[in-house]
């Protein structure tokens, strides 16, 4: 089944950035898409529950060195 979870992300600094996150988590395993506002900060994430872990989308936000928080 199809899962949405948000995060924001404060401290983008460039559309850059942005890119950067959105395509770290595409290759998270089980997302099926993401959607990064960079003037925002709101990261959404649609996933399949069965073979993602949303922990791992806060990991993957982590290592391009962001602080991702609940939306």
């Known amino acids: 089944m199809t899962e949405t979870t948000q995060f924001?992300?404060?401290?983008?600094d460039c559309?850059?950035?942005?890119n950067n996150v959105e395509r770290a988590?595409?290759?998270t395993t089980g997302v099926?898409?993401?959607e990064v506002h960079?003037?925002?900060g709101r990261?959404?994430?649609?996933?399949?529950?069965?073979?993602?872990?949303?922990?791992?989308f806060?990991?993957?936000i982590e290592n391009q060195?962001?602080?991702p928080q609940p939306a």
């Open 8 to 12: 924001r992300v404060m401290d983008f």
């Open 15 to 18: 559309p850059t950035c942005a």
């Open 25 to 27: 988590l595409k290759q």
């Open 32 to 34: 099926e898409s993401v």
């Open 38 to 40: 960079y003037t925002t």
């Open 43 to 56: 990261v959404e994430v649609e996933y399949d529950d069965a073979t993602a872990d949303p922990t791992e």
């Open 58 to 60: 806060e990991r993957a």
């Open 65 to 67: 060195g962001y602080t």
